[in-house]
């Protein structure tokens, strides 16, 4: 088994798929294609190959049945956990291996969600045409890969203290920032201001974008932003938000893995960076 040359990648579910004996960012650079014969051959599976986004060749992808067991040659861990891995600590779209990994994931989310036509039920097959597309036969309707914007805000008060809330999907402790997504007929910057009232009750201002990241759980494109607090009190709206706070940047709580746009927002905060963007 190559598991340190780049190569294909296995998803099952939400994790993905390595040798057991490999650890570190290297989990990151697939499986040879010669060990993954063995997945393509599994009941169910689904092999593609789509273009990378960088020139450095194809992406071939396996996705496997969630039922299938593995032996012990082979480890599955899930995809934010490997994220957390990445050695340049935030995901970058497109270059290098992380980018190569996250866009092979959006891709097998998304075949697995367009196997049939959404317009008359057929089954799709992959169009023929040259893009990353799906077809169906039947009424001719062409289906693209899908991408949801959603914007992650980092809110700055005149002390200096960021906003940072526990949402109830996150593990105990982890604080990160208010996010959501954006409306059909809604800019970026409004989504920013309808999602802070939405969560946490308070308004704010001047806000400005710092950068995207691509996703894919299962097929988002965040767009980061830094904003000012503008008036209101802080009250979590308990249904998605169960505690939100001003922190300074010597009482943190447990904050978001590395592998985040999150994380980079408030590493930029911690290191006096925000507003100078």
Excluded at 33 to 44: L, M, N, R, S
Excluded at 59 to 76: C, M, N, Q, T, V
């Amino acid at each position: 088994m190559d598991g340190v040359s780049r190569g294909v990648y296995v998803f099952q579910g939400n994790s993905l798929v390595f040798p057991a004996e490999v650890s570190g960012p290297a989990v990151q650079k697939g499986i040879s294609p010669e060990a993954a014969a063995a997945f393509a051959d599994i009941k169910g599976a689904d092999s593609f190959a789509i273009p990378s986004l960088d020139g450095s060749g194809d992406i071939p992808g396996i996705a496997i049945p969630e039922s299938f067991k593995l032996d012990s040659r082979w480890k599955a861990l899930p995809l934010r956990q490997v994220l957390d891995l990445s050695a340049c600590g935030t995901i970058d779209g497109g270059p290098g291996d992380t980018g190569r990994l996250i866009r092979s994931y959006h891709i097998s989310l998304w075949r697995k969600e367009s196997r049939f036509c959404g317009s008359c039920g057929s089954p799709n097959k992959d169009a023929d045409t040259g893009e990353l597309a799906r077809l169906c036969p039947a009424c001719g309707r062409m289906e693209f890969p899908r991408i949801s914007p959603a914007v992650i805000t980092i809110i700055i008060n005149d002390n200096g203290e960021a906003l940072l809330a526990h949402n109830k999907k996150f593990a105990p402790g982890v604080y990160s920032l208010i996010a959501g997504f954006n409306e059909a007929g809604e800019s970026l910057e409004a989504t920013v201001v309808r999602e802070t009232r939405e969560e946490v009750g308070i308004e704010v201002k001047d806000v400005r974008y710092v950068r995207s990241q691509p996703w894919p759980f299962p097929n988002s494109l965040m767009l980061g932003f830094a904003a000012r607090y503008a008036g209101g009190t802080v009250r979590p709206d308990g249904v998605e938000i169960e505690d939100a706070r001003w922190f300074n940047r010597k009482e943190l709580p447990l904050l978001p893995g590395n592998g985040s746009v999150s994380r980079y927002l408030i590493g930029l905060w911690i290191e006096g960076k925000i507003a100078r963007l």
